[in-house]
């Protein structure tokens, strides 16, 4: 039996099956593994963003400041690693701590202050990208043996793909964010605090601990994926991930999670990421559409997968009911 | 200010001491300086009218608000709890008075916030789950725990609060108003579940609007009146003329129910008439109907269909067989507007979810069932709002500083009769009220059924749906009794009384 | 031959990047080609996503338009793996040349020299100059700016007074142009507009003109692009000059790729820097381009 | 009572607007001349009136997303809505003869038309509104560009130059028209029970569904009036630079708008807003971006400039800093008078 649930995650699960099938059946190259952990490397930066947003969006707040985060945290590790003459190891622990940081002021700012984490955190949007630009205003690259040699890691599968360094460190992260969320009490609280807050709060959640802690968990996942684009692209640039946050927010809400809070599961969020992935693959594929019909075609595809979701649930609701 | 009445010889001190405790909202004075006592062992009510200060009382108690002044002394020491999990690690559990659970949680997980078991620092769901089935089991609910808490009706989300306040270890437990949805089976239950507890030595504290229950459980009563003490009784040394004109400063003779004429005038024709309506999975198809100046109750078991039957009524769930007509008209394809503006009225059952709009003033809630009859381009106007909302808070005595204040800082039986007055100021042709007088205070619950008589004389006719059979039997001409969704039978004039309902239930 | 190309654009965010796309897709369709086209929308995730799928399906030759300089070594290395030549066109990357087959472009940094020579010309480098810049953060923005400043500081007579982001667009030109004009109370004090893009420079000959102000004769106008409408504004005398950024790229694009195939050697660097334009041929230009 | 009442309602509406006349003084002292207003050609002439004139269009857009926050939605399309009602603006202009007028209405029409898509998606296919506007934001640009085909369409017509920059009775016509329009919705608002019935539906939709409040259709008409609003700002930013930019034409606007919103004291879970207010909140936000532009600070400042004093706007407001300001000076007026009533 079905657990009621579960639903959303499987019409997304069904959903991305049935684009990929679309794409094995339409075009040449679709089916060679590489096309899968390319989807897999290309997204992970995006993947991680959303998980910590996940949590965020769970407990009915939101983080808008994901993407200019990337971009700051990029820039900073250049610094230190090509101006400071930092080891990059170091500097990424220190880039992970500055995003904790930020993270968690801001959650002190929403708890404390009791200021709407929309403004908060689009304040801290304009902040990170300003201190990016303070840092360093041009794209420049950072070139060390350590960085390069992650990059460099492969693990081939059959066929011509195979896991990055960035994609298995994904799917790491992935895990330790589904069992944050449902396997430890700092994850029911923040679902209880989405659930309705004020019952939260009179059931003994610790609300504002809970309220800090989720924007500093959130902080540490958008810092993670800036060090990973940073790793990525073997550059740092402070115009890097605009508008990324728009991007992780509709990977959450694809993968069934409530924007209203206390309903949905991290790992729906992977796969919504992996659903606009997906749709930007098949786009590429096919390689016809000029500029104004890709953004139709983006658009169109988000809806008509949202629908085609949405339909699935009441479906197999009405089955069961009937 | 207030008189203490010890029970026993003090021998131990006491379990909880509450010393001059005070808090103001602005524009309120909830408490002001009200002192108690409670030993281990001890079952306490809580009584006074509604806006008389409990809530406030208990949730200063448990930190939920920072309080002016007093001293709180549990064991003995003084204790200032931060928030509701601090005063729970000292050890005072709590049900609060509206049910103040995570509806988009899963029972389990309700009832193991904050306490789950874990393993290699993970959270185990299958012992949470074992845990949760016995703490289900000792308020003897036998639901699966897996499924989302609000799939379930408030009364089972209540008895689910009372079995999370079990799950910790206290000495103290608190609960308001536990009782507001209950029958009375559970509520039997829930009474040996407290003399348990009692013999083990926790002290509790219990708020409650029916005497019955005070004098069946408790052994002392603190009556607050205005936010201040008016005193503490031992329970069996205080009678209940007494009880009442200490709680309402009025004596209960005024109060006393006038005798009731169960006969209906049969010359009526029918105003609601239900011809063979049901929906499936939902409730099983029904014939129903009511009269200019009937009362008609509604009786069941928890879960028997009492809400649905409510809701195909109003028709805020739409009927899949048989047809509604109110009067003259049609209404199984009306929209609800169309149904208030031909003179239909519902009260729901769940106050916070579907009755408040908890920001808007008292006043706006109170003018928005007519307001919206009458569309958004005819406002009334300010001043005529002011005129109907001024004269409700006077017949209904409504507790509040004034009428622009929102409707979520009242306390919850003000609230219910804020819903009320919403639908009596429609002057509905037909009335629906599910559990109307949850939480209301005595002298109140006489005010109101008073006006609904007086409303059914004028030619109303009234649905109720309620769980509290001894007010059924108070005024209704007719009981409905309801079960496993369908309607089991029909009681007429004479033959209703308490006895003759359960007895229907049980066969 | 029927080549299959993959074309990776940065987006569509200007009227000369739209023509850059309809050159090149229309050199494409004269030689029978099959041009894969993605548009990324300024992200450079999305071009790395779009290099990687024509990899996947395994295209003749890859056209790139980066919208940033850096982060390209991992994405080129597969191309070269699977090797397919990576024309690189309107800028350059900051790789290991052997990545990449060719560049096709003008240099940033010549432009805004040239902007500069032209304007220290034109006022004996006695000059107070107010400057719209690009976005910020963008290596045209920079690179522009770069240029300009290195030329004018041979010209102790010659400064920048002001200077902030329009945004490569024209209702940013307008609004920061108004603030300057506020700021420095008229034109008075200003001799000449330094603008990135020729967008922003029309937007502030909006804001000149609604200030009471002339263009060109109370304040020199020049810029970069020659989008057709900067003609227009020249031959109605209301701008001064403007550099070409050279949109028709495919037509070298695809020699390159030709060539490479028959294994000739190729230069790294094709130089696409266009000439500067004056009001003497505005006409003539606008009825060309429109 | 009503005094204390008054103090309460005066609270709220001091903060926002404190913080203007704070960040126009400030601006003030660090640019001289940023205060002068001088009478040129029969109309008003300097930065304060700039603001104004600048804070028009967010100040439209604003006033629909107010509505429709109350709802409990949010409208991420108005950018895009802006570009699409330029282009229609700009193509029609160019290559049809229809009277101004018409254009215009076209105009309106497709904006509100665009709302109506967006408030289908949210009220009758139910999708969260942040993902169904987010929908018509990323693909209204392409129909926009669609439209005018990927080039900035300029155009020539007096009216339209007319509500892009010219004055009326020394004010530019477009302060006037928005003027107008808030009026107009601020009574609607206030005069009939929409405003009553749009803030409970955001409040509590199941509580306002059963007393008759056809919610489904409020908030339908919600994310048309959006639309709306954002087809009339369209409709002006293209009438400013004569011409429609459907790349950039509004871009971000829509964080402008909400953060107005917010400032003004509205909640996004829906419920109170307040129309006056958000105007303030605009003001708030345009005299920043405008002291910015005239303060000849580096274009790299802009941003942490704009998001310290952000912060620093939302701290002064929140009701936690106030507490804790009245708890350093205790004998202030209005909770002296509170806690003495009975
Ligand atoms: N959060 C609040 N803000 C302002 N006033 C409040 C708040 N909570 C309670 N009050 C006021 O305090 C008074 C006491 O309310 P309380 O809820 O304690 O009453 P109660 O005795 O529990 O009544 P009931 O029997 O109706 O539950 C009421 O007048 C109420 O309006
Ligand atoms: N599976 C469900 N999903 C959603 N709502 C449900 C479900 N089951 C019950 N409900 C709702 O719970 C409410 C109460 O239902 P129930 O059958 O318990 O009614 P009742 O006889 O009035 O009992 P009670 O005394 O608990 O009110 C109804 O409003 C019903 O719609
Ligand atoms: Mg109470
Ligand atoms: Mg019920």
Same mark, same amino acid.
């Given at each position: ?311 699935? $649930?009441?479906? $197999? ?6 | ?25 602005? &524009? ?100 949470? +789950? ?212 031909? &003179?239909?009225?519902?009260?729901? *059952? ?62 919850? &039986? ?39 008589? *007086? ?38 004039? +004479? ?13 | ?34 041009? !894969?086209?993605?548009?990324? %929308?300024?992200?450079?995730?999305? %071009?790395? !996503? ?113 200077? %902030? ?51 060109? !004769? ?73 | ?53 600048? /804070? ?79 929908? @018509? ?26 509500? /892009? ?102 909640? @996004? ?27 000849? @600070? ?28 009245? /708890? ?15």
């Amino acid at each position: 039996m079905i657990n009621e649930r579960n639903l959303p995650i499987l019409a997304t699960l069904l959903v991305f099956i049935l684009l990929y099938g679309f794409g094995v059946y339409e075009y040449r190259g679709f089916r060679d593994t590489l096309v899968f952990t390319n989807l897999l490397t290309d997204n992970a930066f995006l993947i991680i963003t959303a998980i910590g947003m996940t949590f965020v969006i769970l407990s009915g707040g939101i983080d808008l400041s994901v993407g200019s985060m990337i971009a700051f945290i990029g820039v900073l590790m250049a610094y230190m690693i090509s101006s400071m003459g930092l080891h990059p190891a170091f500097a990424i622990g220190i880039a992970l701590l500055v995003g904790v940081f930020f993270g968690t002021i801001m959650g002190v700012i929403i708890a404390f202050f009791e200021i709407q984490a929309f403004i908060v955190t689009l304040a801290g949007m304009f902040l990170f990208r300003g201190l990016a630009y303070l840092i360093n205003l041009d794209a420049v690259p950072i070139s060390h043996p350590f960085i390069m040699a992650l990059s460099d890691i492969y693990v081939p599968l059959p066929g011509r793909g195979g896991l990055t360094f960035i994609a298995m460190a994904m799917l790491v992260l992935l895990v330790i964010g589904i069992l944050v969320a449902r396997r430890t009490r700092f994850g029911m609280s923040v679902y209880a605090l989405g659930g309705d807050s004020h019952s939260a709060a009179l059931l003994g959640v610790p609300v504002g601990k809970t309220i800090i802690k989720i924007y500093a968990l959130s902080g540490f996942y958008s810092a993670m994926s800036g060090v990973i684009f940073a790793i990525y692209t073997g550059s740092a640039y402070p115009l890097a991930a605009v508008g990324v946050e728009l991007d992780a927010i509709a990977a959450v809400v694809i993968g069934g999670t409530l924007l209203t809070g206390g309903v949905g599961y991290v790992f729906g969020t992977f796969l919504g990421a992996m659903i606009q992935g997906i749709i930007q693959t098949l786009i590429t594929f096919d390689g016809s559409l000029n500029s104004w019909w890709t953004k139709l075609a983006v658009g169109g595809l988000l809806l008509f997968f949202i629908l085609l979701q949405k339909g699935i $649930v009441v479906w $197999v609701k009405k089955r069961a009911a009937g | 200010m207030s008189n203490f009445v010890e029970g026993a010889q003090v021998v131990t001190r006491p379990l909880l001491k509450i010393d001059n405790l005070s808090k103001s909202f602005t &524009g309120v004075q909830a408490l002001s300086g009200v002192s108690l006592q409670i030993k281990s062992g001890e079952i306490r009510a809580l009584l006074g009218e509604n806006g008389a200060g409990k809530s406030t009382l208990i949730k200063v108690l448990t930190g939920v608000y920072p309080r002016d002044g007093g001293d709180i002394l549990l064991d003995g020491n003084a204790i200032n709890a931060a928030d509701s999990g601090h005063a729970q690690r000292l050890g005072i559990s709590t049900v609060y008075q509206e049910v103040n659970l995570i509806p988009t949680l899963s029972v389990m997980e309700n009832l193991t916030l904050q306490h789950q078991e874990k393993v290699f620092g993970l959270i185990s769901w299958k012992k949470a +789950e074992i845990r949760a089935k016995a703490l289900l089991a000792q308020v003897g609910l036998d639901i699966d725990p897996l499924r989302q808490l609000d799939t379930y009706s408030i009364a089972i989300q209540q008895l689910v609060a009372i079995a999370r306040a079990l799950s910790t270890q206290a000495k103290m437990l608190i609960l308001d108003e536990p009782t507001a949805s209950l029958d009375s089976d559970e509520i039997k239950q829930l009474f040996d579940l407290m003399r348990r507890l009692k013999a083990e030595g926790m002290g509790i504290i219990f708020v409650t609007h029916f005497l019955d229950q005070v004098y069946s459980i408790t052994d002392s009563i603190t009556v607050l009146r205005n936010g201040e003490c008016i005193g503490t009784f031992n329970t069996a040394e205080l009678t209940r003329s007494d009880l009442v004109s200490h709680m309402v400063g009025k004596s209960l003779e005024e109060l006393a129910p006038s005798a009731h004429d169960h006969s209906i005038q049969r010359e009526r024709k029918a105003l609601l008439a239900l011809n063979n309506v049901g929906k499936q999975r939902y409730l099983q198809p029904l014939n129903l109907s009511i009269a200019a100046g009937d009362i008609v109750g509604v009786a069941g078991l928890l879960g028997s269909g009492r809400t649905e039957l409510c809701e195909l009524a109003y028709g805020s769930v739409k009927p899949d067989q048989g047809e509604i007509r109110l009067g003259k008209h049609s209404l199984t394809k009306f929209s609800l507007r169309r149904a208030i503006q031909v &003179g239909m009225g519902y009260c729901p *059952e769940d106050r916070k979810q579907d009755g408040i709009v908890a920001e808007l003033s008292v006043r706006e809630n109170m003018i928005l069932a007519l307001q919206a009859s009458r569309g958004w381009w005819s406002p009334i106007s300010l001043s005529d709002q002011q005129g109907l909302v001024e004269d409700m808070i006077q017949r209904l005595a409504i507790k509040t500083p004034d009428m622009d204040k929102p409707i979520g800082e009242l306390s919850g &039986g003000n609230q219910q009769k804020v819903i009320l007055a919403r639908w009596l100021i429609t002057h509905p042709a037909l009335l629906i009220l599910d559990e109307p007088t949850r939480g209301i205070d005595i002298g109140a619950h006489h005010d109101i059924i008073q006006i609904i008589k *007086e409303l059914c004389e004028q030619g109303m006719g009234l649905l109720v749906a309620s769980s509290e059979l001894e007010e059924l039997v108070m005024f209704a001409h007719r009981v409905v009794v309801m079960k496993d969704h369908h309607k089991v039978s029909e009681l007429l004039g +004479e033959d209703i009384s308490e006895q003759a309902i359960l007895r229907t239930i049980a066969s | 031959a029927d080549l299959t190309i993959g074309f990776s654009q940065i987006g569509s965010e200007s009227g000369w990047r739209t023509s850059e796309t309809a050159s090149i897709k229309a050199e494409a369709e004269r030689r029978g080609y099959n041009l !894969k086209f993605s548009d990324a %929308q300024q992200k450079q995730e999305n %071009q790395i !996503k779009a290099v990687r799928s024509y990899i996947a399906q395994g295209v003749d030759g890859i056209l790139l338009a980066p919208v940033v300089e850096t982060g390209w070594d991992q994405v080129l290395k597969e191309a070269k793996r699977a090797r397919i030549p990576v024309v690189l066109i309107d800028r350059g990357v900051a790789a290991d040349p052997s990545l990449y087959l060719t560049k096709i472009a003008s240099d940033f940094k010549e432009e805004g020299a040239l902007a500069a020579s032209w304007l220290a010309a034109k006022t004996n480098g006695r000059c107070n100059i107010v400057e719209l810049q690009g976005s910020v953060g963008s290596s045209a923005a920079i690179d522009r700016k770069a240029g300009f400043d290195s030329l004018i500081s041979n010209f102790p007579n010659m400064t920048i007074i002001r200077s %902030q982001s329009g945004s490569f667009t024209r209702a940013g030109g307008k609004e920061v142009m108004e603030s300057f004009l506020k700021a420095e109370g008229g034109a008075k004090n200003i001799c000449a507009l330094f603008a990135h893009n020729d967008d922003m420079a029309l937007g502030a000959i909006l804001a000149m003109k609604e200030a009471g102000i002339r263009p060109t !004769k109370d304040i020199l106008v020049v810029s970069i692009d020659a989008v057709p409408d900067i003609f227009k504004a020249m031959a109605d005398g209301e701008a001064n000059a403007t550099i070409e950024l050279n949109p028709h790229l495919g037509g070298p694009a695809f020699d390159a790729i030709l060539a490479s195939q028959k294994g000739a050697k190729v230069d790294k660097w094709v130089k696409a820097n266009g000439p500067l334009y004056l009001p003497d041929t505005a006409a003539v230009e606008y009825a060309k381009r429109k | 009572m009503k005094k204390n009442d008054f103090l309460h309602k005066h609270q709220k509406t001091l903060a926002p607007l404190l913080s203007l006349v704070l960040i126009i003084l400030v601006t003030a002292s660090v640019t001289p001349g940023f205060l002068k207003i001088t009478f040129v050609d029969g109309h008003l002439f300097g930065s304060l009136v700039d603001i104004l004139h600048r /804070g028009t269009p967010t100040a439209l857009v604003a006033l629909g997303m107010a509505v429709v926050i109350a709802t409990r939605g949010i409208d991420l399309s108005v950018g895009a809505v802006i570009a699409i009602c330029g282009a229609v603006t700009a193509v029609l202009t160019v290559n049809t003869d229809w009277p101004v007028w018409i254009v215009i209405l076209c105009a309106l029409g497709t904006g509100a038309l665009c709302g109506l898509w967006n408030g289908i998606l949210v009220s009758v296919f139910n999708i969260q509104p942040i993902v169904a506007t987010l929908i @018509l934001m990323v693909a209204g640009r392409g129909i926009a560009q669609m439209i005018t085909e990927g080039q900035i369409v300029t155009f020539h017509s007096e009216v339209l130059d007319a509500i /892009g920059n010219g004055y009326f009775l020394a004010f530019p016509i477009r302060v006037w028209i928005a003027i107008g329009l808030i009026l107009l919705t601020v009574i609607v608002m206030r005069k009939t029970a929409l405003g009553l019935f749009i803030e409970s539906v955001g409040a509590n939709v199941r509580a306002s569904r059963l007393v008759g409040i056809e919610a489904r259709l409020l908030v339908m008409s919600a994310y048309v009036f959006s639309g709306f609003c954002a087809g009339l700002s369209g409709i002006i930013l293209a009438a400013d630079i004569r011409g429609a930019d459907a790349n950039n034409a509004g871009l971000w606007l829509e964080l402008d708008a909400i953060l107005a919103v917010v400032l003004a004291g509205a909640s @996004l879970a829906g419920g109170r807003i307040y129309l006056l207010l958000t105007v303030v909140g605009v003001l708030i936000i345009q005299t920043l971006t405008t002291a910015i532009l005239t303060s000849g @600070l580096p274009v790299q400042y802009n941003l942490v400039v704009k998001a310290t004093i952000i912060l620093a706007v939302l701290l002064i407001q929140s009701p936690k800093t106030r507490q804790w300001l009245s /708890g350093l000076f205790p004998k202030k007026e209005g909770d002296k008078k509170g806690s003495t009533t009975p």
